[in-house]
């Protein structure tokens, strides 16, 4: 059963990033890194909560962390940006994509781990 709910989550996840990705370009242009900054920041909260909420059932982890996190966020897309900026000798825009992914990555997983920690 387990795959299956890892399916169901990949079913939801997936377009959803694909949808943001186009938002993104549509907004702001070809080359745009906010979509996949803003999926891997949407990811890191959901499976943050999900991670603090100690009596999370495991079909849920499945489904959400492994399924829905999974197919959301995306570092190979954000590894393939910085080689293009990185290409194009954006160096600042390098080092800011990475802060921003970092910080607020890592703020998102721990304001959803506390937040989970509660339920």
Do not use: H, I, K
């Not at 890191?44 to 495991?58: C, Q």
């Not at 990185?86 to 997983?109: H, K, M, P």
């Amino acid at each position: 059963m387990t795959p299956w709910l890892v399916v169901a989550g990949a079913l939801a996840g997936a377009p959803l990033r694909l949808l943001a990705e186009r938002v993104a370009v549509a907004r702001r242009g070809a080359g745009s890194v906010l979509g996949t900054l803003a999926v891997n920041v949407a990811g890191s909260a959901v499976l943050g909560a999900l991670l603090g909420w100690a009596a999370a059932p495991a079909w849920l982890v499945a489904l959400l962390g492994t399924g829905f996190c999974g197919t959301l966020t995306t570092f190979s897309t954000f590894g393939a940006d910085l080689v293009r900026l990185g290409e194009q000798r954006r160096w600042r825009a390098v080092l800011g994509y990475v802060a921003a992914t970092l910080a607020l990555g890592l703020g998102a997983a721990a304001g959803g781990f506390a937040l989970g920690s509660v339920l």
